[in-house]
């Protein structure tokens, strides 16, 4: 919305804050995501012509540095954003876990440039080179993807650090954000173990049921991402109710 400004009659625009209607958009575009996706897949499985095959790779969500991983970096951009307003206004008023909003932020940060580097994979890699050799693991089965030990590792230590963070917040917020994590690790850890153990055993590593499985994987770790951007901004306005976004023309 614009309204004037008095004394020099420069317009002033007004950008308001509706955390549902942005999870309802983000949802929106997951949905459209994956129906591209799923023609991906199915130009894989089905043989279609190189060049219907190699356009649709650009929506598939289980391919890396492509549209839905833009998609990824950006909402978990977007997340980071949110938290660091409320990290702002939290140092203000010089709460308790202003700090602990600090850190939130640069960890959704860390998971943004995670998507958009595949950090995860290398770490699985330095993973596999210094524990195979000594005997300790093989990555075989679900933890053929083994890059899910170091990270299960750190978000067991993070639930640890920030559980009194989380008893300390709104009952809306707090289970808002515990669903939003059981939703996203549900599907970044706990259905790509199982499909770990598929692709590892699949004579054709891209077979439908791999494709199913990436694809339930992806779409719940967005669906969780977007959550916590809908639980972010509806904590952020419940402490901040007058707060607008606004720049001068």
Same mark, same amino acid.
């Given at each position: 919305?614009?309204?004037? %400004?008095?004394?020099?009659?420069?317009?002033?625009?007004?950008?308001? !804050?509706?955390?549902?209607?942005?999870?309802?958009?983000?949802?929106?575009?997951?949905?459209v995501l994956h129906v591209f996706s799923a023609f991906a897949v199915w130009a894989r499985v089905s043989g279609a012509p190189w060049y219907i095959n190699d356009f649709a790779e650009y929506f598939?969500? &289980? !391919?890396?540095?492509? *549209?839905?991983?833009?998609?990824?970096? +950006? %909402?978990?951009?977007?997340? #980071? #954003? %949110?938290?660091?307003?409320?990290?702002?206004?939290?140092?203000?008023?010089?709460t308790r876990f202003r700090w602990r909003w600090s850190a939130l932020s640069i960890i959704f940060l860390f998971l943004a440039f995670d998507e958009g580097t595949t950090f995860h994979e290398h770490m699985g890699d330095?993973?596999?080179?210094?524990?195979?050799?000594?005997?300790?693991?093989?990555?075989?089965?679900?933890?053929?993807? *083994?890059?899910?030990?170091?990270?299960?590792?750190?978000?067991?230590?993070?639930? &640890?650090?920030?559980?009194?963070?989380?008893?300390?917040?709104?009952?809306?917020?707090?289970?808002?954000?515990?669903?939003?994590?059981?939703?996203? +690790? &549900?599907?970044?850890? &706990?259905i790509e173990m199982i499909s770990a153990s598929v692709y590892e055993t699949k004579t054709v590593r891209h077979s439908a049921l791999y494709a199913m499985l990436y694809s339930i994987e992806e779409f719940m770790e967005m669906l969780g991402v977007a959550l916590l951007n809908y639980f972010m901004l509806d904590y952020l306005k419940a402490r901040i109710p007058t707060l607008s976004l606004s720049w001068r023309q």
């Open positions: 919305m614009t309204h004037p %400004i008095n004394n020099d009659s420069k317009p002033t625009m007004y950008l308001s !804050i509706d955390p549902w209607g942005y999870f309802k958009t983000l949802f929106t575009i997951i949905v598939n969500v &289980g !391919i890396e540095q492509n *549209i839905p991983t833009l998609y990824s970096v +950006l %909402i978990w951009t977007s997340a #980071a #954003a %949110i938290t660091g307003l409320i990290a702002h206004f939290e140092a203000s008023e010089k330095l993973t596999e080179e210094y524990l195979t050799p000594m005997g300790w693991l093989a990555p075989t089965g679900y933890l053929y993807f *083994i890059w899910v030990l170091p990270y299960g590792a750190l978000v067991m230590l993070l639930a &640890g650090l920030y559980a009194p963070f989380l008893d300390a917040l709104p009952n809306r917020t707090k289970w808002g954000l515990i669903l939003s994590a059981v939703v996203f +690790l &549900g599907g970044a850890m &706990g």
